[in-house]
């Protein structure tokens, strides 16, 4: 079968990325970035600097500068041409988070320029380095506005010296644009962003690729329980999307995301603080799908199939009730007792499909899953949740390729109990008689009842998925987390010979 040709990535909102292009000689500019790195006494620059009227060495010893990844002398440039300002970037040890770290550094420094060059010929930059380096450049630079007459960022251009490396900078641009398609998704306010207007957007991101939609009626006739009951209360109703790329191989990945547009809470009312967030609560949808635009730009020897459970979380007379018993897809019943506890409901419906009709090798769900999950580990590291060793070695290596950290949680097998309903096969939330606490433990072991004992991972990216700021190569709002973490991980998985993963036995409710 043939690959679908890689798509050009649709515009964002109001700001669009830099062009980052690679040159083996230093062009004229308004702004040069020169590398330094830490010394015994300070801070050394990195190769050499050739500027009238610039001491770097002496300029670096006044400021006291250590070189550190990230740190910034600007110095501005005597004299009437072109270039008017120096900017000394630390590496720190020049390892790809230093490097991730100082392109998003001096993306936001030169922001104001139309021009940045950034000479690398001293440092001997690697593909992952500049993989990195040109992340946080891109990512930095990315931003999303609902102003009437915005301003346009005035970088268009980034000039890097020095490397011959157009594969991996390639790459970078993909996954980076990629990313930004995912905060767009997750920034878009929910008064446009309703489960319909996603399965629109999936369609224009995915262009090339193959999209299929089912409606909230199609939903409720082939038994999507959880998806129907979650969305019943909302005028927009829900919908679930589909989407393939196959680019050969032998593997199949599914990848699963959370996709609730808005989250009051239901009839488990949220307080007015805690919605304010909550047109992010999609971001596991965002990011699944920008991961499969990524694939197929990389054009990646893998089949992945996307599946992103959209529905709008409201408040109605016809909203589902705690106490009420959905049927999720394949037949299992579960008691509502909390309608705040969603996302599990429709996740549950898309992973039970999966492993019924779609037969994948392995199943991921992403999701904005529990409040529990930052209190555990805050606002940079996602939680990972898997019933194969090797599957959640394999993501926490591609954690470290890509910048986007996870830590491993336990599925508490003493926990599992806490899911028994005397009414249904299962419950959505545990048994607050019990005690037990572990909110993201006992989410996840509810997640895996309907995987079908395939090798399952879920990573619950309710800290990351959102940033209460501008820091490094993260801006303010959705973040895009697992874009970058999921690409890596597909790259690698691809790259590897294939074998069929063990099944666990399947387990009854």
């Known amino acids: 079968m043939p690959r679908p040709r890689p798509r050009s990535q649709p515009a964002g909102p109001a700001v669009r990325l830099p062009t980052v292009v690679l040159s083996a000689a230093v062009p004229s500019g308004p702004v040069l970035a020169v590398p330094v790195r830490p010394a015994d006494d300070g801070a050394r620059l990195v190769g050499t600097l050739d500027v009238p009227g610039v001491d770097a060495d002496g300029l670096l010893a006044r400021e006291s500068a250590k070189g550190g990844a990230g740190e910034i002398v600007a110095v ?9 300002k120096v900017l000394l970037i630390g590496v720190g040890a020049a390892a790809p988070g230093d490097l991730r770290k100082a392109g998003a550094s001096l993306a936001r420094r030169a922001k ?3 021009e940045l060059v950034v000479d690398l010929r001293g440092l001997d930059v690697d593909g992952a380095g500049l993989r990195a380096l040109v992340e946080g450049l891109l990512l930095a630079s990315y931003g999303f506005t609902r102003e009437s007459s915005p301003t346009p960022r005035a970088l268009q251009q980034v000039t890097l010296v020095g490397p011959e490396l157009q594969a991996d900078l390639d790459a970078a641009v993909a996954v980076s644009r990629a990313t930004a398609s995912a905060r767009d998704l997750v920034n878009t306010p929910s008064l446009e962003k309703t489960p319909d207007w996603l399965a629109g957007a999936a369609r224009t991101l995915l262009s090339g690729l193959s999209v299929s939609v089912l409606d909230e009626r199609e939903l409720a006739a082939k038994g999507f329980g959880g998806i129907v009951g979650v969305g019943q209360g909302s005028t927009r109703p829900p919908r679930l999307i589909e989407a393939v790329y196959d680019g050969g191989g032998s593997r199949h990945v599914v990848l699963v995301g959370k996709g609730i547009t808005f989250d009051t809470g239901g009839l488990s009312l949220k307080p007015t603080a805690g919605m304010l967030a909550m047109k992010t609560d999609m971001g596991g949808a965002a990011a699944v799908l920008a991961t499969l635009r990524a694939v197929a730009d990389l054009e990646l020897p893998i089949k992945v199939t996307v599946l992103a459970a959209a529905a709008e979380n409201m408040p109605s007379g016809t909203a589902q009730r705690p106490g009420d018993v959905l049927t999720q897809y394949g037949g ?8 705040d506890a969603e996302g599990r409901l429709v996740l549950a419906d898309a992973i039970a499909y999966a492993d019924a009709e779609l037969d994948p090798d392995v199943i991921v769900d992403v999701a904005t899953l529990t409040g529990a999950m930052p209190v555990a580990l805050g606002t940079r590291y996602a939680g990972l949740f898997a019933s194969s060793d090797e599957l959640a070695a394999q993501l926490e290596q591609a954690a470290g390729t890509s910048g986007e950290p996870l830590w491993r949680m336990p599925l ?4 599992r109990p806490a899911l028994d309903s005397p009414v249904a096969d299962l419950r959505n939330i545990g048994q607050p008689k019990l005690k037990l606490g572990g909110g993201s433990i006992t989410a996840a072991l509810f997640l ?5 004992g395939r090798p399952w991972a879920h990573l619950d990216i309710a800290g990351p998925g959102r940033s209460g700021s501008d820091t490094d190569e993260l801006t303010k709002g959705g973040t895009g987390y697992g874009v970058r973490l999921l690409t890596a991980w ?6 590897t010979p294939s074998r069929r993963p063990r099944r666990l036995p399947r387990r009854s409710a």
Not at 490 to 495: Q, V
């Open 76 to 84: 501005p440039v005597p004299g009437e041409g072109p270039l008017q």
């Open 112 to 114: 104001d320029a139309a």
């Open 332 to 339: 299992r019943t579960v008691e509502v007792l909390n309608t």
């Open 412 to 415: 508490v097998e003493d926990y």
């Open 448 to 452: 895996r009842e309907f995987t079908g």
């Open 490 to 495: 597909l790259t690698a998985l691809s790259a």
